[in-house]
């Protein structure tokens, strides 16, 4: 029986969760009337006892022993005969408490198991193959170090904080990709620092979030969108989709909010707190602090009793207003950002702007006026 899966540290990979798999049916033969066990996480370590399936989460979450190899806490023999695979190796030594930080922004954007409740059921999130892969590549990137011998950077950690520093101090993209280049000569044959701006990005953005371009009509009638994905022209005023060759009039960029929202239950650090309306505000009569303690908020509970009754319903604020982007008089342009604001989350949290979601940009030589409703309808 290999066992090589325990010393994995990427917790996303189908290797891992087979294993995890393997150890709950092996263990599920040795519960105790309540469906109890000792819970060999790196958390708990076998001093815990908790249910079957909190055990599950506990090791696709925090990771599993890497020196119980023999699993003679759960009822195996001492000295089993089955072959254990592969030996077990400690963390890479490149992996350090900045990689270790970056491992678990990375599961959670992977949306690797939600804890929504507060029976901490555990769902799986089955992702496309094509998904699973650009997750596997970052983890390659995460857990090989810069260059051979590197104790201090992973390759993924390195590009991330180069990209902040870029970003922070506004730096031009030629005086970006120069500095690549020199860093790439500088660092040791067989460094992995990327040698141009584009490798940088595509790097980044196999973990971000991306957008959608929606095609609008001349006059703001309608969008190109679903049903109207593929007219040409106008439905409603009849007006050409393009000015010419496939280019439209207006084009806005739409942020799909329902990966957002997952983000949020998939952190551990996120989804308890987008229950804190529900599960731990303290509730005083004559005392305003959480838009649930408004009028309007009772009276939408009232309304849709079912909505109101799951702590896990997620309500939000939109705000937007317009701005010239740039910055002269005399330009006529106007770009009106639509943020949303998650209403679940403690007061604190709730307007930090780390919690602000882009949902719309809304981009022309005027504002949309009136028919602002259309560009909501994604």
């Known amino acids: 029986m290999d066992r090589s899966w325990i010393s994995n540290p990427n917790r996303l990979s189908a290797e891992y969760e087979n294993g995890v798999r393997e150890f709950v049916t092996f263990v599920r033969g040795s519960l105790d009337v309540q469906g109890l066990t000792k819970c060999p996480c790196n958390r708990c370590m076998n001093r815990e006892v908790h249910h079957i399936d909190s055990v599950r989460y506990h090791l696709l979450i925090y990771g599993f022993l890497k020196d119980y190899i023999h699993w003679t806490e759960h009822g195996e023999q001492s000295n089993p005969q089955v072959p254990l695979g592969s030996p077990i190796q400690d963390t890479p030594p490149c992996m350090n408490e900045q990689d270790e930080e970056m491992g678990e922004a990375l599961r959670d954007a992977a949306g690797h198991a939600y804890d929504i409740g507060s029976s901490s059921d555990l769902l799986s999130d089955m992702r496309p193959p094509a998904e699973q892969a650009r997750y596997d590549k970052l983890f390659e990137e995460l857990h090989n170090p810069l260059y051979d011998d590197c104790m201090k950077f992973s390759a993924l950690t390195f590009i991330v904080k180069l990209m902040n520093v870029k970003v922070l101090y506004k730096w031009s993209d030629r005086s970006f990709v120069a500095l690549l280049k020199l860093?790439?000569?500088?660092?040791?044959?067989?460094?992995?620092?990327?040698?141009?701006?584009?490798?940088?990005?595509?790097?980044?953005?196999?973990?971000?979030?991306?957008?959608?371009?929606?095609?609008v009509c001349k006059h703001d009638c309608t969008l190109f969108y679903n049903e109207h994905k593929d007219d040409g022209v106008c439905p409603i005023c009849g007006v050409s989709r393009y000015v010419r060759k496939k280019i439209p009039h207006k084009r806005l960029r739409y942020f799909p909010i329902t990966p957002r929202l997952k983000r949020l239950y998939s952190s551990k650090h996120t989804a308890r707190a987008m229950r804190w309306h529900k599960e731990q505000r303290l509730e005083e009569d004559g005392k305003l602090r959480h838009p649930a303690d408004g009028e309007a908020w009772k009276?939408?509970?009232?309304?849709?009793?079912?909505?109101?009754?799951?702590?896990?319903?997620?309500?939000?604020?939109?705000?937007?207003?317009?701005?010239?982007?740039?910055?002269?008089?005399?330009?006529?342009?106007?770009?009106?950002?639509?943020?949303?604001?998650?209403?679940?989350?403690?007061?604190?949290?709730?307007?930090?702007?780390?919690?602000?979601?882009?949902?719309?940009?809304?981009?022309?030589?005027?504002?949309?006026?009136?028919?602002?409703?259309?560009?909501?309808?994604?």
Do not use: Q
């Open 299 to 378: 009276k939408f509970d009232s309304l849709y009793p079912e909505f109101a009754g799951d702590p896990r319903s997620v309500r939000m604020g939109l705000a937007s207003d317009g701005f010239n982007p740039f910055s002269h008089m005399s330009t006529s342009y106007s770009m009106w950002p639509v943020i949303l604001i998650p209403y679940n989350l403690p007061p604190w949290l709730t307007m930090h702007r780390s919690n602000y979601l882009l949902s719309l940009l809304i981009s022309g030589p005027k504002s949309p006026g009136k028919d602002f409703d259309v560009f909501l309808s994604p």
């Open 183 to 215: 860093l790439h000569e500088a660092l040791s044959v067989g460094n992995r620092c990327p040698m141009t701006y584009y490798e940088t990005r595509k790097l980044l953005c196999d973990v971000g979030l991306g957008y959608e371009h929606i095609d």
